[in-house]
Every structure is written in structure tokens, then in C-alpha cells.
């Protein structure tokens, strides 16, 4: 079956710029993850939703990055006003349900540059 | 913050010797993951081992746990050219680790 799918592959933006990144889990997921990670760095955590719900968003910088996943399924990373600090590989993951008792399943990961 | 911390940063082989890599942890878990990242490529699970058990098998990955140490270690046996990747740990919170840089020569 179809693994997790991240678009775009590639972001390039103007700092000040918005920026949406979309997720596709695996269909009949209910945990989803976003992780950004830069070079040589591991994932850096930011927020993941059980079904429609931001059940952990203790990760996200601050309030320039908002997430949703309005039917459970696709999640959108939203980014405002970007600054070039911002610029990373953010990555998706899903697994049945949240918890580390479940194997979580990446996608390739959007890398966004901020210029 | 990062909740599994892995050492060492960096570790090179020769091909057809064992790795080990570890992984500490602040606070008690329930379960604990390791998955490995080629370069360029996503991230892939290999192994999850729960709090109520102290080794476990997959192929040539061996993963113990050590509740009393807070600790965990992944070992590759024969390793291979194509087990050249960073390996990360991760615990209840899905936090990750810096990881560890594996390089084997062929």
C-alpha cells in the first residue's frame, strides 16, 4: 500500500513569506507527526495529532507555526511570515495510533528554504 | 528538549565488525524505538523493545534495555557497507536524539 506522501518535495520561499506543507498518511492511521530536522541534527519534534486533535504541540517554536488535520487524515504545517532560521527538512510521520508502542512510518520530507 | 540522547556522535567500522551504539534516557518509559536514516532518505523503524523486556533479536540488530540504567544499546553484528546511516533512538514522547553517525568501510 502507499506509504506517507509529503508535498511539496521542495519549498523555496522569501523570508516573510506563508508556507503551507501537506502530509498524506497512511489511510487508517490515527497518530500524526511533524519533525523538522536540519543537517546533521536529529529530528526536532513539533507537534502530533491523535485523529483530529493537536494532542501534543509542546514542540512548535512559537506562533508563527500552526498545524491541522480537520478530518483526521491529511495534515497541513502552516508557516508565517518564514525567517531563514526556518529553513530545514520538516518530516510526517503516522502510526496506527500514538505512542512509541506503535512503529512509526515517514515520508520523505518536505525541505524548505528560506531565502 | 531531546529526551534520547545516543553516543557516541560518530562511529567508523570496517566492514564485517560489530557496532554499538546507546542511548540514554532522563525519565521511566514504557517503550522504547530505534530507527536508522540513510543519507538523502527518510527514516525506517527497526526494533522496538518494551519496558518489561531486556533484549531483543531482529536479524543481525540486537537491542538491550536497562530500565535501572535509564539506557539502551543497539548492536549490528557483520556489519556492512550498507548499514552506513545515522541511528536514532526514541522513547514515549517521540523525541529524538542527535543520533549516532555509523560508517562502515567496505
Known amino acids: 500500500g502507499a506509504g506517507v506522501s509529503q508535498t511539496p518535495s521542495n519549498k523555496v520561499t522569501e523570508k516573510g513569506k506563508y508556507v503551507e506543507l501537506r502530509c498524506d498518511p497512511i489511510?487508517?492511521?490515527?497518530?500524526l507527526y511533524w519533525y523538522r530536522q536540519s543537517l546533521g541534527q536529529g529530528p526536532e519534534f513539533l507537534i502530533y495529532?491523535?485523529?483530529?486533535?493537536?494532542?501534543?504541540d509542546s514542540g512548535l517554536p512559537n506562533d508563527r507555526f500552526f498545524a491541522v488535520r480537520p478530518e483526521g487524515s491529511v495534515s497541513t504545517l502552516k508557516i508565517q511570515r518564514t525567517e531563514r532560521g526556518d529553513s530545514a527538512v520538516y518530516l510526517c510521520?503516522?502510526?496506527?495510533?500514538?505512542?512509541?508502542?506503535?512503529?512509526?512510518?515517514f515520508g520523505p520530507g518536505t525541505r524548505l528554504t528560506v531565502t | 528538549s531531546q529526551q534520547g540522547e545516543e553516543d557516541p556522535q560518530a562511529l567508523s567500522i570496517q566492514e564485517g565488525e560489530n557496532a554499538t551504539m546507546n542511548c540514554s534516557y532522563k525519565?521511566?518509559?514504557?517503550?522504547l524505538q530505534w530507527y536508522r536514516q540513510n543519507s538523502g532518505r527518510g527514516l525506517v523503524h527497526l526494533i522496538l523493545?518494551?519496558?518489561?523486556?531486556r533484549e531483543k533479536h531482529s536479524g543481525r540488530l540486537r537491542v538491550t534495555l536497562d530500565t535501572s540504567k535509564k539506557s539502551s544499546s543497539l548492536l549490528i553484528t557483520a556489519s556492512r557497507a550498507a548499514d552506513t546511516a545515522s541511528y536514532f533512538c526514541?522513547?514515549?514522547?517521540?523525541?529524538f536524539g542527535a543520533g549516532t553517525r555509523l560508517t562502515v568501510k567496505p
Open positions: 510521520a503516522s502510526s496506527l495510533e500514538s505512542g512509541t508502542a506503535y512503529e512509526q512510518y
Open positions: 489511510s487508517g492511521h490515527t497518530a
Open positions: 495529532f491523535q485523529g483530529t486533535g493537536a494532542a501534543d
Open positions: 525519565t521511566s518509559i514504557n517503550n
Open positions: 523493545i518494551r519496558s518489561n523486556e
Open positions: 526514541a522513547k514515549d514522547d517521540m523525541r
